[in-house]
C-alpha cells in the first residue's frame, strides 16, 4: 500500500508587527531576544481581522545560521472572534543574511529557510472551532518591522 501524502490548503495571510527587539544576551542556550508585538492583519479566504497588541516572539539563535523561534499572540476577527496564535519556528540562513535580519535590515526571503508550525485556537462553540482540531503548518519572511507568515491547513 503506497502512502498518501498530506495536501496543504491556503488559510490566511498574517501580517505581524513588531515593536524593536528586546536583546537578553548570549545566554547557555545561545543569543536570545524578544520581540514584542504591537499589531498587524489576517487576511485569508474565510477569514479576516487584526493581530492585537498582545503578546511577542521569543527568539533563540544556537549559532550563526540558526533560529529558533515561538511567537505567542492574538488575532480579533471581523466577525468579533479571537484566535490564539501558538507559533513555532525555525529560521536559517547564512550567517551573514541572518546578522542583516537581526539588525532589522530586509534580507531576500529566497535565500532564508522560514517554516513555522502554528496551532490556532478558538472558541469551541464557535464559527471557527474547526481550528482546534486542525493541524497547520506555514512559512515566513521577515520583513522590516515584521513577520509575514502563511497559513496552511494540512489535510
Known amino acids: 500500500m503506497t502512502p498518501i501524502p498530506p495536501a496543504l490548503d491556503y488559510v490566511a495571510t498574517i501580517e505581524v508587527e513588531v515593536s524593536p527587539t528586546i536583546e537578553i544576551g548570549t545566554t547557555a542556550q545561545g543569543i536570545r531576544r524578544v520581540a514584542p508585538i504591537r499589531g498587524g492583519r489576517v487576511v485569508g479566504p474565510g477569514i479576516s481581522g487584526k493581530v492585537l497588541d ?4 521569543f527568539q533563540r539563535y544556537p549559532t550563526s545560521d540558526l533560529a529558533y523561534l515561538e511567537a505567542n499572540y492574538v488575532l480579533e476577527l471581523d466577525d468579533g472572534h479571537r484566535i490564539l ?4 519556528a525555525i529560521r536559517s540562513a547564512d550567517p551573514a543574511d541572518l546578522n542583516r535580519m537581526m539588525a532589522g535590515e ?4 529566497s535565500r532564508v529557510y522560514f517554516r513555522c508550525v502554528p ?3 478558538a472558541d469551541d462553540s464557535g464559527p471557527h472551532a ?3 482540531r486542525t493541524m497547520f503548518l506555514g512559512t515566513g519572511e521577515r520583513l ?3 513577520v509575514r507568515i502563511e497559513v496552511f491547513r494540512v489535510r
Open 130 to 132: 474547526w481550528m482546534n
Open 106 to 109: 530586509t534580507v531576500d526571503h
Open 144 to 146: 522590516t518591522g515584521g
Open 54 to 57: 498582545a503578546g511577542a516572539d
Open 85 to 88: 496564535v501558538e507559533n513555532q
Open 119 to 121: 496551532s490556532l485556537s
